[in-house]
């Protein structure tokens, strides 16, 4: 392990530790909240990394298998802790607010930070093309039973079997597609492995159990940290577990962006919504079925249509194949819009 | 005619005898249902072949007209049956529910049948795109009369108003845009004349009877066997008689793409969903005026989004220039999910 | 200054004074209302003619600022006068129409004359898709507060504050992207000056009194004439007031598709669009806190649907890289059909 690994986990124990400091000792909520969302964000960024680093002994298709799988743990916890809360608007806004924080907020830093680095970004793959494409469909098929929801009275009141129906499409989709996803990823410029299989495994072992703690304090001091804070739940799930949620992603694309691969920038930040919506969210649909309440497709109408405008927009401009700073100076403003209506609570 | 042929209006002839016989009968709604489904699908391809050997003895630009005129013939006898019995639900779905079957479902079967034969199919031609583009267009037409009613009060009170400007709209457009389409469809690939003309014109005319009075059968056997069979008036109009109605085109245009023919069999599949919208809609709209109940273009709210939302998908997938079967799974997915969304009555 | 100068100033002087004449002197509201807006029509000319000589003096890029700002001075003046009367139903669909106007109407008719002078016309400069895509994201930062106000109960308490974060947005985005925008838009095609200086500041002078002169009058006969025409305020301020108040870069974006060069000529139309949305907007949402009445960005449904509607197909229809005057025909129709949604008052 390098240096710069040593003290990424030193950070992250320390963080780890802080938040269950805060939890236990019941600090105010808002403090034990942040401290666990960074050390979430943080402890996403190991599962990341530890992930890469096994795929690189893997060979890069049964990687990418286990990348689709491990690296949404983090959220995945959260969520299913969340569940259990009955917290059922955060898990529903997370799942849309990854889409969205990805498609919009993210890739508009890295069309800024890429475009003030080099200028205008020409991009042209037909891979990135591709993903904008499939997240476009698997966002109106998630947006689906809201819609039918919201404006066909004869659907409203099935919205459980429509949910059902829309994430076994979503999880047949996945299962599906992912062997030609994965013939086609083997590009994903996987570095050599840098870590002993060893270590790679503790690291991911530690930092999955670590993510589990964290979620379920994070949990715990969300209600009333928002309450305090004067947000919605809709907004923590929608801003913060989304970003939190998706660190590692996150910040890989807009690194790639600054590198000038804008190409592979987009597939990273496209296809991370991507797994969200074909992967995470029919899991958690089903998984919830272990639960007191359901998790139904049915979201507050206009974060529906957020996901949709936000998938569209992607699409338009990975279409367009150029990107500039300005563009994603927009993109950014779009998502702040779109966060601020949703900050006021019922 | 060749064997195939003969074989083929054998077929057509049983299963209308069967469905004058389920109808006279008096057998259960759902198989004269079901019955009259499969003969219209197989008369509307026997009219389509007919008029394809009009068309090659005509010179390729009547011959454009004539299919316009004859091609959604089967259609067009369903929707005046089904108006003549007040089934305003299903004539609004079934036009609706042709664009997104054709844009959607169809499109989804070409892609996945030609990307599992052929892989990833290229496509660019100019022609595709500005088919794609029109059919927006006209889906955007097609939907304000919705919209203004559902989301804009003071239009409410004037849905036939509308929709009388909308459909003089869409039928000025399509008489505008007629002779432009004719000059450069010459390349539909029309094959020489393999019926004589007397053949051809006993075809298409015992063809276009046997369709009328099986619709009427048809029409007839739908409100009791979709009551059977729990589903709702949308449902049969958006899946059944949308699917039946242009099983031509669907037929052929899936055909194209398993002939590695890709550009061509999206014209084919997008060009029938333009008709629908140009041609059909604004007609049945005017000719209803001669019925008990007017048809109107207010549709059920969600309908007209999933038009929007097809239409709009398509479009992106058209620009894209390149399809896989993945790309295709996930529009029959999206069809899927749209479809089952209307499959509760009122 | 030319003898078409002349003519052209002769003309908009007696408009002017016959504007002025059936203000004072009582005519009929639709007589005032139609001279009115033909007086405006060609003052926007006049200002935008010499704000382009103006131009032509400073250097490419001061003269980008400057045009920002005087080109849609007339609008800028019919709307603080319709603020003051307390029409905001005008001024809101007037903002929006003047998106809509340039986007789908001018756009259309663009290239209706440019396709029957050139046959298909052939657009690929990444400008065009630029500013189509920068037209797309400021549409959906402009339709969020409206969409969040329709579909989303707790946000509808907040339309002012999300209205103001919303124009602050759009304002630091103007300033943000202007520099990249100055000085991508050098190729603006100025031409040499040929009035000089003092004739310049004169006629910008005189024609920018005149605008809010006329515009006063205008407002005046707003009311009592919509109301003899039947029409709705919204109706006034989708159609007439954005065309006259657009009619410049109307008139120059269909001249340039006529000498075949579509590419700018949809540079002209939709940056036209974009200065609206990004400049003009969040100004008079900030001024109108120095009236009795705030406007807010909270429009009706159908205005922020039609807006994200004309800006995607806009989009769609840069991006297709091809125009043909069928296309262009299309166009029209859809702005026929949303105009006539929104004749209909409350």
Redesign the interface.
Known sequence: MSRRDLIELGVAGALVTAAGVAHFADATPVLSFVVAAVAIALLARLVGGATEQLGSRLGSSVAGVVQSALGNLPELFIALFALHEGLIGVVQSALVGSVIANSVLVLGIAFVVGGLRHG?QSFDS?RA??IA??T???A??LA??T??H??????A??AKS?SF??AG??L??FF??LP??LARGGDAGSEPARWTLATTVVVLGTSSVGAAFVSDWFVAALRPATHTLGM?E?FAGLVVVAIAGNAVENVVGVQLAARNRPDFAISVIVNSALQVALLLTPLLVFSSLFFATTLTLVF???LA??L??GA??T???V????S????G???V??Y???A???????
Chains 1, 2, 3 share one sequence.
């Open positions: 205008t037909s093309r591709m494409t499939l476009v469909l698997a109106a098929i689906m039973p819609l039918a919201a404006f066909h009275a004869p659907a009141a099935h429509l129906i829309c499409v979503l047949a989709l599906l597609t030609g996803f919605s809709a507050p109408t206009l249509i957020s949709l405008l569209g927009i699409a338009l401009i279409y367009d194949g150029e500039t700073w300005e563009e100076a927009i993109l403003g779009l702040v819009v779109v601020a209506s949703f900050w006021w609570g019922a």
